[in-house]
């Protein structure tokens, strides 16, 4: 049986890619500064002016003086693809992901709430989706990072940041057990105070029945 024309067009464009954080446990002078650039220049290429609201990546805090910027994913199923009504999220012509055909969006909005990571937006002006499209495979979002903590990278790069981020936090769990004195020694103490406890156990029900 033939494949279909959007698997064998998904064939010929290569590797998935995405734009990747890069920011490590371990370099602290590459983290997102929260300046939003990315932000800006992503609305600047896509409309010609400078507002966030309509930017396909967006930078949020995630604690007290810590932002991450999330990006579209370019999953490999996309959520935001099976939920189109209108069928309007199509394959790219030559990048491997999937766009906005905006000739058939009805702004209907099903596609921003299915995204697991709600990085679908949406243009109220036009009544239209805003999903990433890589800027035709040059992403405005990445060239512009003062930080330079966003890439374009393809599987073998965003699995390899994902060990290196998943080693360096191994590795900061391990050195902070190593450094915490007074919880190791509870837990050396632990199976002694248990002892004493279980001992003291009859000797404490004993009493209160009186």
Known sequence: MPATRSAAGAARKGPKRRVLYVSLPD??????????TCQLMCSLEKTGAFN???SRV???????????????????????????????????PKLNLVVV???????????????PYGIMAYDPEKKRALKCDLCEGNPACVQYCPSKVLELAGPQRSAEINRRRFAAVLANEDTAARNN???????KTLPRTLTLLAAQAPKAIAEGGR
């Open 181 to 187: 004195v007074a919880g190791a020694e509870q837990i």
């Open 27 to 36: 370099q602290a002078d590459r983290i997102c500064s929260g300046c939003e």
């Open 101 to 115: 055909d905006e000739k058939k969006c009805t702004g209907c909005q099903a596609c921003v709430g299915a995204c």
């Open 58 to 92: 967006k930078v949020l805090p995630l604690a007290v003086g810590v932002t991450i910027p999330v990006t579209c994913q370019q999953c490999e199923d996309p959520a935001c693809q099976k939920a189109c009504p209108e069928k309007a999220i199509v394959p790219h």
């Open 52 to 54: 966030p609201k309509k």
